[in-house]
């Protein structure tokens, strides 16, 4: 794959966009932040710390930990989509050979978990199941997994089967009302990051309401010829965690803390101290080593697989391992939401207001509000002109699933401003780019009328290499017959700004150590920050040695591209306290040099002593370049920094750098951006979609490390074509049984599939992390890229996943 080019100087220099100063790199807050010159930051093609142990297997996750007499756990799960459980009796299940201990959801040992993590007060196991597959009322322990299975088998069981609700729309769409699915009693509410509802639950739905100046009065006076109104379905996507949770626990005997005892946990990778502290064991006495975490991209949530073994252990006396499967963790990225819009507009294509009525999928107990609730503060709304908005949102509790505390495409709704955009420009004639920027407002408010600098460059590169020529609906037909369609979008490149970082770095041995309590998630954060060390150090990325340890305090994680970015600033500011102490080390050593050894100097083996080039300088006037200590006056002269200072040095760094863009105005302030384009063939006769390419204009601010930026455009570019053409959660409408819950009935795209995906990276450097960035975060992710393209190829619509029978359907021809 050809690499992409990337546009730095000549945009940020020479562009004849006008910058202001919320986008200007002189307002860089940071030391060394207006760097102009680059050797290892931005550098293709360097390895990742622990890519080996990736590709080879050799790293661990949980469920391939093992320890001498482990036993094995395993929960009871619902055949049901909606029930409460009665364990009749136990006795055949526990006198099975093999057999070591079960514990029903009343026992006080789980009784006294509480409801713990991020979910609600609800207790932590009960006997109560919202969804088909979750975990209810008993858990076994045996000698191995076939045995968990043939007691979970022999346990007297009986079902209370409650109505289920698995179509989201259904009550809406037929004027019913929806059925209780709960009694109020059950309703523990959203867990993290959960918005409060305007009004009281009704019947299982739940109401969020956010407005924006007088909706209703701007209607009223728009001519109906200048009101459009459609509907958007928002799919359901699935995680597939490919590494499916697991933990293993066992306690021992400390000799550093003999007062009682230790608890080992592996599995439940950064949340040791949460897992601790459920079962009052302090950070000192509770022991991780692994730092593999698996591909769980924005999912924090902590399956109760990783919690429940240190009580397993405890009560059983031997180490415990429990491991869910991978139709266990068949989670959702987003739960399905359809809005019914309806956008005011001038003859100009202008939009003057926004009515947005959604209705969205609560999920089970415990899911996450983002994608609800949490989408009506921030999304494509507020990067209009547009002053006037109102979002009202029913979120209904359904038995589909559950979202695990964040996802892939967030905001969830932005393409329901993508839609707005493109119907315009469909209805005026006119190029979807073309309405987007007559709607985008400037860089400090919805009121600032200037043009944003990353979005206009991203926009200049786009056409160019998509050869953009746009054309009406259904206006051009390709050589074999087939029908082009063509689509483009933008978004914010948001750096959420949740985290602050602490810092260490240490010269040991003339070798630069950064260490870190990981995790590795995939996203080679602290690849980014070695990166950053080495640059700021005049050293290699090869030099910077990383040294993983569960107890140091330094994580590279944050709210999407925070990660990176601003773990970055954070790890520059310390890599300059360190590099300040190594010059003052290198005089002082000058001043009090180390008894020499005994085969060097003085006449020794080593001969004479050679002179010194940094005799009788100052710190300020030495430098680190090329891994030398040397004089600022003429690199040339110096001495390798391994020679230069023998002493032992740390430094530490505590801090974050100033507050982003995305958290200060969530929209209505913009700085770094991209946009995404595609163009698709459509057999009308098969009904088959083929996309021809994507195409990706990225500004993250500076692009520090290639490799992660171009996987991060081709893993979102994947994900949305999964999305938008293959994947499809199906339910049983009579039970409310998941019909796929594995990667073939859900149809995931093999390497094979996967759509081409063409990348340009502009750097404005006009973010406020490391240098200017401000990464990308997953914001490309989208749910309608894909599908504009075919109506624009075809003129009619296709709720996602646009498999050939629902266009055939659309097309009037099955």
Known sequence: ???????????????????????????????????????????????????????TGIAKFGIDYTATGMLFAKFLRSPYANAYLTVKDISKAKALPGVVDIVLWDDPDIVKLGGGGFGPSRPWLDNYADSEGCEVGAIVVAESEELCDDALAAL?????????????????????????????????????????????????????????????????????????????????????????PSSIAWWFDDPYHPES??????????????????????????????????????????????????????????????????????????????????????????????????????????????????????????????????????????????????????????????MAVYLIAEKLGKDPIDVAQLNLHGPTSQEDPNPVLSFEENIKAGKEMMNWEWHATGAKTL?????HGAAFRYQMCPRHAFSGYNCKLELRGGRVHLPTQGPVTGIFAVECNAMVVAEELGLEYDDIIVDYDYRERFTPVGGGSDGTTASSWAMKECALILKQKILEAAVAQLLNPPAPSMFGGFGGFGGPPQPNPLEGKTADELDLINGMVCLKSDPSQGKPLSQAVSANIFATFEGRPPAAIWGLGMGKMLDTMNTCYTEVAVDEETGQVEILRFGVVVDPGLVMRPTSLESQCDQVMYFSQICQTLGEYVYDERTGVRLTNNMIDYRWATPVDAAKVDHKFVETRSGNAAYGASGVSHSMANTHLVIIAIHNATGVWVDPPATPDKVLRALGKA
């Open 1 to 55: 794959m050809s690499k992409p080019e990337i546009i730095s100087e000549a945009y940020a220099v020479k562009s004849t966009v006008k910058p202001t100063a919320i986008s200007s790199m002189d307002q860089l807050v940071g030391t060394n932040d207006k760097r102009t010159e680059f050797r290892v930051v931005g550098k293709y093609n360097l390895p990742g710390k622990i890519s080996y142990a990736l590709a």
């Open 156 to 244: 007297e069981l009986e079902w209370e089967v409650l109505p289920h609700i698995i179509d989201v729309e259904k009550a809406h769409r037929e004027n019913e009302t929806y059925p209780r699915i709960r009694p109020e009693t059950m309703n523990f509410g959203g867990g993290m990051f959960a918005a409060a509802p305007s009004k009281p639950k009704e019947n299982n739905v739940s109401f969020a309401d956010t407005v924006q100046g007088d909706v209703d009065a701007v209607f009223a006076k728009t001519d109906p010829k200048n009101i459009i109104e459609y509907r958007i379905q928002l799919p359901t996507f699935a995680s597939h965690i490919p590494n499916p």
């Open 261 to 418: 005892k230790s608890l080992h946990i592996e599995g439940a990778v950064q949340r040791r101290d949460s897992v601790g502290s459920m079962y009052g064991v302090s950070n000192e006495m509770t022991i991780q080593e692994g730092i593999f975490q698996g591909g769980k991209y924005c999912d924090w949530g902590m399956r109760r697989a990783q919690e429940i073994t240190p009580l397993l252990a405890k009560r059983t006396g031997r180490p415990v391992r429990c491991s869910d499967e991978r139709e266990d963790t068949f989670g959702f990225l987003m739960n399905e939401r359809f809005l019914y819009m309806k956008i005011a507009h001038t003859d100009d294509g202008v939009i003057t207001a926004i009515d947005d009525f959604s209705i969205a999928d609560g999920g089970m107990e415990g899911s996450s509000s983002f994608g609800v609730a949490g989408d009506q503060g921030y999304g494509p709304y507020y990067t209009f002109k547009c002053l006037d908005v109102r979002q009202h949102m029913e979120i209904v509790d359904t038995n589909r699933g559950k979202m695990f505390l964040s996802g892939q495409h967030c905001p969830f709704n932005w393409d329901s401003g993508t």
């Open 479 to 483: 050589p074999d017959g087939r029908k």
